[in-house]
T-cell receptor
Framework: NAGVTQTPKFQVLKTGQSMTLQCAQD?????MYWYRQDPGMGLRLIYY???????DKGEVPNGYNVSRLNKREFSLRLESAAPSQTSVYFC????????????FGPGTRLTVT | EDKVVQSPLSLVVHEGDTVTLNCSYE??????LLWYKQEKKAPTFLFML??SGIEKKSGRLSSILDKKELSSILNITATQTGDSAIYLC?????????WGAGTKLIIKP
């Protein structure tokens, strides 16, 4: 039981490049989330998927797109990376949409130069 | 706008001390309040408090929810250097978790 896995762990991009962050969970959870974490700002929700086949914007969705490929996988795409997207990205999942704890992946440290 | 505020932002104490971390919230649709511990990597879950479960305890850590005051506290007694971390509070509202900025706790030996 691996929990929540993310790839890659580290990435350096040049401004304007694109990339996809991958996330998978093996806990049969219905809801999945993408966050970014910047120093002193806590976790900010980018997008979430309450269930397979649905996605919704969070607090900071601009510059990102997501795909809920199936129940296990939820990917985050940066179409044209900008230095402001330098951050640590966490994927999380939970059983339902409320009153359940979220489980986090190990994170991806992204630097955009 | 929903918001969660934690205080203090940082705290330095000596091993053996007791600390109290605070979390206050203003949200439109409260479901639960969660505490997480974050060391160098991903946050790990500590407690969840709801209207039907306003007090939780695990070893040296305990937490209480005050629904009247819209706040929660996290207590750590007999602190150890391994308690050094960022402690995050989040409130479940409208299918999302609203996160505080965290309290950075440093335990000196």
């Amino acid at each position: 039981n691996a929990g929540v896995t993310q790839t890659p762990k580290f990435q350096v991009l040049k401004t304007g490049q694109s990339m996809t962050l991958q996330c998978a969970q093996d806990m049969n959870h219905n809801s999945m989330y993408w966050y970014r974490q910047d120093p002193g700002m806590g976790l900010r929700l980018i997008y979430y998927s309450a269930s397979e086949g649905t996605t919704d914007k969070g607090e900071v969705p601009n510059g990102y797109n997501v795909s809920r490929l199936n129940k296990r996988e939820f990917s985050l795409r940066l179409e044209s990376a900008a230095p402001s997207q330098t951050s640590v990205y966490f994927c999380a999942s939970r059983w339902g949409t409320e009153t359940y704890e979220q489980y986090f992946g190990p994170g991806t440290r992204l630097t955009v130069t | 706008e929903d918001k969660v505020v934690q205080s203090p932002l940082s705290l330095v104490v000596h091993e053996g001390d007791t600390v109290t971390l605070n979390c206050s919230y203003e949200v439109t649709n409260f479901r639960s309040l969660l505490w997480y511990k974050q060391e160098k990597k991903a946050p790990t879950f500590l407690f969840m408090l709801t209207s039907s479960g306003i007090e939780k305890k695990s070893g040296r850590l305990s937490s209480i929810l005050d629904k009247k005051e819209l706040s929660s506290i996290l207590n750590i007694t007999a602190t150890q250097t391994g308690d050094s971390a960022i402690y995050l509070c989040a409130v479940d509202s409208n299918y999302q978790l609203i996160w505080g900025a965290g309290t950075k706790l440093i335990i000196k030996p």
